[in-house]
């Protein structure tokens, strides 16, 4: 995780609950605060410094998320990890 954490309560704890495949960049420039990497296939989300509601751009970062499990992906860390908690 990217130092810097978002101002906005339930923006910074979407980022923070993200699976460990999408990284978080603040690049602090402006209004855009920063993104969301996913790993796996190189999409990106703008995360905004001050997005009118809070609450939606939570969601906006969970569906995007959702959309970006790539569940084979998964299943391989999930083998790799065998026997970790
Ligand atoms: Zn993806």
Excluded at 4 to 16: D, I, N, Q
Excluded at 36 to 53: A, F, K, N, Q
Aim: charged residues 30%; positive net charge.
């Amino acid at each position: 995780m990217a130092a810097g954490r978002h101002s906005k309560k339930e923006v910074a704890e979407a980022l923070r609950g993200l699976p460990d495949h999408f990284i978080v960049v603040a690049t602090d420039a402006g209004h855009r605060w920063g993104y969301v990497e996913c790993t796996v296939c190189g999409d990106r989300l703008s995360i905004w410094s001050t997005p009118r509601s809070p609450g939606n751009h939570a969601k906006d970062i969970a569906r995007f998320a959702a959309r970006h499990e790539h569940p084979e992906r998964k299943k391989k860390t999930e083998q790799e990890k065998e026997g970790g908690s």
